[in-house]
């Protein structure tokens, strides 16, 4: 892969550049850059949005941070990527059309100018932006097929990301990431970074609340990391939520039964799927007990595809 110095790789103290950068993969898309160097060291930080390319709230929290940015505070460096996949967000879809492939299952990618494009440019992103980084904290929200609960989480043995992740603000649900092979932040975990991913809303809308909440983790994180802010807050000691997706075996018009937020065992049944003739042709019961912590935006599901998050 080349190496050639970037711009946002030989910034100067207190300040800021904003520009593209073509990723050396045939076919795709310039991404979008931003970078800022306060007046002092301090670590490498790195936030990326729109890894799916239709959810909004991470990369309107992206582009509000450095327009608010206050220089003479920052400490260390902070590199933003708003939109990660450009060619999935043209084409309002989660992942690439191009090849199809889910860009946040294929880190830390290849250098194989064979494999798919999302497969190069995962290895693109991983050498060029996160092994430089200290610390990722990757934002998602529902995309257009589920709506998530506001939700921050670590991985398992993160213990600087998990203190993070539960200082990002209460108004998210802590959340024990399940590890997932080919996840950018589950990958930059085990690369040694500090990796935090969020959740919030979906249904490809943009929740403002869902961005302000966003910038003021985001503001309170970096602060965190630059050593600045006592620990005024008391501990968050909220059980995280864990779990993982689950899936529908067969498709069909969902009806759901619970709402986000509901507390469900086993027992519970999620919803109801129907044929076109409208039979009732599953239930979908919860696949372990917890917090529902997403569900199907779009009714309309196919064999395999998730239902809900439940954790
Ligand atoms: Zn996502």
Redesign the pocket.
């Known amino acids: 892969m080349t190496q050639t110095t970037q711009p946002w790789e030989s910034l100067a103290l207190t300040s800021t550049w904003r520009g593209w950068w073509q990723p050396p993969v045939a076919g795709l898309p310039a991404l979008p850059v931003l970078a800022a160097r306060g007046r002092r060291a301090g670590p490498v930080v790195l936030i990326t949005g729109g ?2 390319g239709d ?1 909004y709230e991470g990369p309107a929290a992206i582009y509000s941070l450095f327009n608010q940015l206050d220089l003479t505070t920052l400490a260390g460096q902070v590199i933003g990527l708003p939109v990660v996949n450009v060619a999935a967000w043209q084409a309002h879809a ?1 992942t690439s059309p191009g090849d199809g492939v889910d860009l ?1 299952r294929v880190f830390p990618g290849t250098g194989d100018r064979n494999a798919e494009p999302s497969r190069q440019l995962a290895g693109e992103i991983f050498e060029r932006f996160v092994r430089p980084c200290d610390a990722l904290i990757d934002l ?4 257009a097929r589920l709506v998530h609960l506001p939700m921050v989480g670590w991985y398992a043995g993160g213990g600087e990301a998990e203190r993070l992740a539960r200082r990002f603000g209460d108004g998210l649900m802590p959340w024990l990431i399940p590890h997932v092979a080919g996840v950018l932040s589950c990958e930059a975990h085990r690369a040694g970074k500090v990796a935090i991913g969020a ?1 919030y809303g979906g249904g490809a809308r943009l929740d403002p609340g869902g961005v302000a909440a966003y910038v003021a983790g985001l503001r309170r994180v970096l602060a965190l990391l630059a050593g600045d802010e006592p620990e005024l807050a008391p501990p968050d000691t909220r059980r995280p939520i864990a779990g993982s997706y689950q899936t529908v075996e067969q498709g069909g018009l969902f009806v759901a039964r619970v709402n986000l937020g509901d507390h469900v065992t086993p027992a519970t049944v999620l919803g109801q799927l129907y044929s076109l003739l409208g039979e009732a042709v599953d239930e979908v019961k919860a696949a372990r007990a917890g917090i529902v912590a997403a569900l199907a935006h779009r009714a309309l599901l196919g064999p395999g595809d998730r239902v809900a998050y439940v954790g």
């Open positions: 890894v799916h959810e989660r946040n998602h929200s529902g995309g959740e």
